[in-house]
């Protein structure tokens, strides 16, 4: 099966991070994720990144930082994350295509209903940002 390579922002502020729920349409539908998305073929992780977080919360991003990769296999699709941290950027995050959105406090996205992948990202945020 394909892998599809996926840009993730971790977008946080002091000890918070910003989340969006994904369209219960969508692959792994109604989980929160970071925002993110697919890198096509024309362009690096870091434009990919750029281009995502612009299209779907609408910030710039000014600084960000490589943080962890992450591949998995859901079974009917494989993902390999790249995740960065981004943590200075232009703006106010903000969904442009309506998903619930949501500023939590890291220590409290536990519970959370996320993609089986991000549980991985969820332990390192916590170690790293608590
Ligand atoms: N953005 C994002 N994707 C994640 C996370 N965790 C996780 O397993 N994924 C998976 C779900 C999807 O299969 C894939 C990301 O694809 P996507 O649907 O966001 O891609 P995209 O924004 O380019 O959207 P589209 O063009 O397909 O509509 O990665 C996460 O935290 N953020
Ligand atoms: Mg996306």
Same mark, same amino acid.
């Given at each position: 099966m394909k892998q599809v390579h996926v840009a993730v922002g971790v977008i946080v502020k002091g000890?918070?991070?910003?989340?969006?729920?994904?369209h219960s349409s969508a692959h792994q539908g109604g989980k929160w994720e970071f925002p993110g998305g697919k890198v096509e073929s024309d362009e690096t992780v870091a434009q990919a990144l750029a281009r995502e977080l612009k299209e779907e919360v609408s910030i710039d991003i000014l600084a960000c930082t490589p943080f962890m990769e $992450? !591949?998995?296999?859901?079974?009917?699709?494989q993902v390999k994350l790249d995740i960065f941290v981004v943590d200075q950027f232009i703006g106010e995050p903000n969904s442009l295509e309506g998903n619930e959105q949501q500023w939590f406090a $890291? !220590?409290?996205i536990n519970d959370l209903d996320f993609p089986a992948a991000n549980l991985a990202i969820v332990e390192k945020l916590q170690v790293e940002f608590s």
């Open positions: 000890k918070q991070v910003f989340l969006t729920r994904r $992450i !591949s998995h296999d859901y079974g009917d699709k $890291i !220590s409290a």
